[in-house]
């Protein structure tokens, strides 16, 4: 069962990996976009 | 964790007011704190660390090097506790009997890239100021420390059974993706100017 560190952990988590997943793809953006 | 006050939640209520309050400051009150605490940047440089740092460059050179060493650690703990969570790694061994294991490892090498990366800080403190990539690390590396010792470690303390597996496989990957980002930004930080 879910408890409150497992949904702490799915919360964090994903906004962790969002994050991240987000920023390094503007980088590769921008490498691609490196004209 | 105060769980009386907060009721049965709490840690989940913390996670999500820390995400809130990091997108409302970043919204609001970013830039004038960023202008207020220039000061201190200029009181690093003067300061005796700041010019060993800035003058003599084998110092700076060997400081370095620990905070390479220290990083280079935390990288492979993270890569063998979470290759383990992901079933990558070691999938004869139990969880409970590797992670625990990489703790103090851990624990030594954050101590030592910290200490190292204060010393690294003082004698840049004028460049990294100035960097917007500086301020994502930091951003970074305190997701990191409160993830790792306020939702990874207290997680791995519960009996694997009473687990979701998919819930272990989001937070390694999440673990080494942050890691993975201080590691990089730092580097950046190098890279630049």
Known sequence: ?35 | MPTSILGPYTRTIVAVALVALTIVFSLTIRVSVHTSIEPFFDWMTASWIGYIGTTWGAAFAFIEAFHMIGLAVIGGTVLVSDGRLLGLMFPDQAVSAIAPRTYRIFNWALILTLGTGVFMACAVAGKIYFLKVFWYKMLALSAGILFEYGIRRPLLAKEPAGINPWVLKLTATASIMVWFTVAALGRWIGYSG
Request: charged share 15%; hydrophobic share 65%.
């Open chain 1, 1 to 35: 069962k879910l408890d409150d560190i497992q949904i702490a952990a799915i919360v964090s988590s994903s906004v962790f990996v969002l994050w991240f997943a987000i920023y390094w793809f503007f980088q590769i953006q921008a490498v691609r976009e490196l004209f």
